[in-house]
């Protein structure tokens, strides 16, 4: 887009917008014009003070744990960012869907310098609540996006200069943004090209991670160019197309809206490439393009589950899922999606780290409901007095502090798709009445007055609790547990796994263990699988990637392993009812943690991959 010819020429701009009310044209790029105009629609005051409340605590903890996957496909690019932004006076900042900053790393004095500004994780850049800027105007735009100096609405966003680019899925969903910022003052010529590269690289891995078991062509025009991130990617189920890239779609003059509908055949002339080495590939166009495939062990369904992005206001992301599940586990999910798909209501139980969400994800993913969105709840992480407010959403002006538009609540987020509703046993006893009231009326009524709203939503509960004993306790509803929990389905905790080792060792493939070249030895295989394991999947994925990292040879060994675990004396592997002896098991591993890091709460719980509510619920230091 083109550039401003100088900063007075910018100044120009701004007073014929703000102060007079005209329409800058040439003056600015018309993208940077277009959403002032949306900011200034949205009642924004270029000369407001910004009073941005960033997520903290555990709210930021649950935040970053729900986009965890998120953070690992796009490790690699981030980390090549970050050793560029710190020579260069700069950070890189990664994103969820809605713009909630999920981590900003770099030069150490320009992130303090960005903290001022609230460029800080936790902190939602969306146009409606930051104004113009990088991360938020790719957004809305959905292309990368240069905004510098005076272009931001805000005049204290004037210090910086800022890149970002969106990150799509394999359906064109938003995935998060990826950004880099500096000083305005400095010209960052190269900013835009890096992001733009490092965005098609982590599009790339996402769509090869989100098609693991499917089958996916690769085309391009050069052959050459095939297996690089410039490559098109499209995925079949059967012979129907549910999933593109960016490439693919140029090549073919395909449109996101287009999945799921169009067939191979409607494309190309050619049959369908049948090996790894490309082959001449004719469109229905007449072009010719190159293309082979690559053949996964499974058909499925492949258009992405959309997912939460934090606790205050979620919006349709695209996570990739990456499940690894054993038969039990695919019978359960099997079970899970018949329930979905009659619209009866149904209960995930499992401990902290088993994966109900990755479930809940996988459920929706495959289920009639697929192409509605879900909306992931975790009620647990909400303060008493805000949970209202999110879930049923409010009229402008409800209480202190209330949007002047209001919210229409995380409920209505739901309709056409799945609610999952994560640690249901930890809504308060007032609120579940209410709740009830929604699922009984199937329609959801605004704080502070207004209309009913009519909703239609599948559910999906979860809960470490046993929901029957906290009704028996006088906790929780029964009238509401009977509505939502009309089939309980379970998930068993690693150290109940019958093939643990299988698991670790797929594990270790799949974190890349194999392909850098480092091996578990079978001590240290026997180890790892005699382990407790309390935090579970989440703390068993910890401890493999920590391993991978840090591992000094190319075999591990026991005496590589965390020191809580080569302390741990073997167990035998415990029978489905043996509870009070499991229960046992976890809180001495608890304890263990909590001795080790010498009482330190936070510290023991990111050791065990759990939560610190889980470690002061379990265990009372």
Known sequence: MKRPASAGTLETA???????????????????????????????????????EPAAGAALGEFKERHERLQQLCRPEVEALYADARAT????????????????????????????????????????????NAIGTALVERRAVEVRGGEHYFRPHRMLSCSAAPILDPTGQLAGVLDLSGEASV??????????????????????HSFAGGHVVRLHAVPGLIGT?????????????????????????LSWDELGRRRYAELFASPMPRGEEPVELRSQAGTTLHACLRSGGSRTRATMAAAPHGTAAPAAVRTPPAPLFDAEQSRVLELALRLLDADLPFALIGETGTGKEVFAREIHRRSRRGDGRLVAINCAAFPEGLIEAELFGYVGGAFTGARREGAPGLLREADGGVLFLDEIG???????????????????????????????????????????????????????????????????????????????RRLWRELGGEAAGIAIGDAALDVLCAAPWPGNYRQLTGTLRALRILAPAAVIEPEHLPAELRRLPPQPPASPDAHADLHA?????????????????SAAARRLGVSRSTLYRRVRP
């Open 14 to 52: 701004r007073r014929r917008f703000f102060d007079a009310g005209l329409l800058p044209h040439g003056l600015v790029p018309e993208l940077i014009l277009q959403s002032w105009r949306r900011c200034r629609d949205h009642g924004l005051s270029a000369d407001e003070r910004l009073h941005v």
């Open 89 to 132: 006076g700069s950070i890189v900042v990664l994103t969820a869907p809605d713009g909630v900053i999920l981590d900003a790393l770099g030069h150490a004095d320009f992130l303090d310098k960005a903290a001022r500004v609230a460029l800080r994780p936790g902190v939602p850049w969306s146009e409606t609540a930051i104004g113009t």
């Open 187 to 208: 010209h960052h010529t190269h900013a835009l090209g890096m992001v733009r590269f490092a965005v098609e690289q982590i599009e790339h891995r996402l769509f090869m």
């Open 229 to 253: 991130p410039r490559e098109g990617l499209l995925a079949f189920d059967g012979d129907r197309i549910v999933g593109a890239n960016r490439h693919a779609l140029a090549l073919t003059g």
């Open 426 to 504: 930890d809504m308060p006893l007032a609120l579940q009445s209410r709740f009830l009231r929604v699922l009984q009326e199937r329609s959801v009524s605004p704080l502070g007055g207004g209309p009913a709203v009519p909703v239609d939503f599948a559910i999906i509960c979860a809960t470490h609790r046993d929901l029957q004993s906290e009704v028996e306790a006088g906790r929780f509803r029964a009238d509401l547990y009977f509505r939502i929990a009309q089939h309980v389905l379970r998930l068993r905790p690693v150290r109940e796994l019958d093939d643990r080792a299988g698991l670790i």
């Open 585 to 601: 098991l976890t809180e001495a591993a608890m304890r263990h943690a909590l001795d080790a890091c010498g009482g330190n709460v």
